[in-house]
């Protein structure tokens, strides 16, 4: 079992970055898969970066590819969101996810059912 806590968030202004960490204790940390997801006032937990046990894949939504970058440090146990030209629809609490599922270790994985521990999130707040 694995214990999360994501760290990083804040409030910023459209076009801002903001990084975020996932911070892993408890068994090896490159025996999980982990994803990002991130959940709206009334909306959805919705997927937002997966990154597979060694950082080799990293599947995004299309609403943040290109702006926003997954990375993993095994030897650090952390697992980073790097949220680039912030917009206000970015707006959430952002959560990080572990799986040790053998697809989801080689090639990350989308679903929030994918994913059996999950840390208590982190708000973002991004304004005009």
């Known amino acids: 079992q694995v214990q999360l806590v994501e760290s990083g968030g804040g409030s910023v202004q459209a076009g801002d970055s903001l990084r975020l960490s996932c911070a892993g204790s408890?068994?090896?940390?490159?025996?999980?898969?982990v994803g990002w997801f991130r959940q709206a006032p009334e909306k959805e937990r919705e997927f937002v970066a997966g990154?597979?046990?060694?950082?080799?894949?990293?599947p995004y939504s299309d609403s943040v590819k290109e702006r926003f970058i997954i990375s993993r440090d095994n030897a650090d146990n952390t697992v980073y969101l790097e949220m680039n030209a912030l917009k206000p629809e970015d707006t959430a609490v952002y959560y990080c996810?572990?799986?040790?599922?053998?697809?989801?270790?080689?090639?990350?994985?989308?679903?929030?059912?994918?994913?059996?521990?999950w840390g208590q999130g982190t708000p973002v707040a991004v304004s005009f």
């Open positions: 996810a572990a799986s040790s599922d053998l697809s989801c270790l080689r090639y990350g994985c989308q679903g929030p059912t994918d994913y059996i521990y």
């Open positions: 408890g068994r090896i940390f490159s025996t999980y898969a």
């Open positions: 990154i597979n046990w060694n950082g080799g894949v990293t």
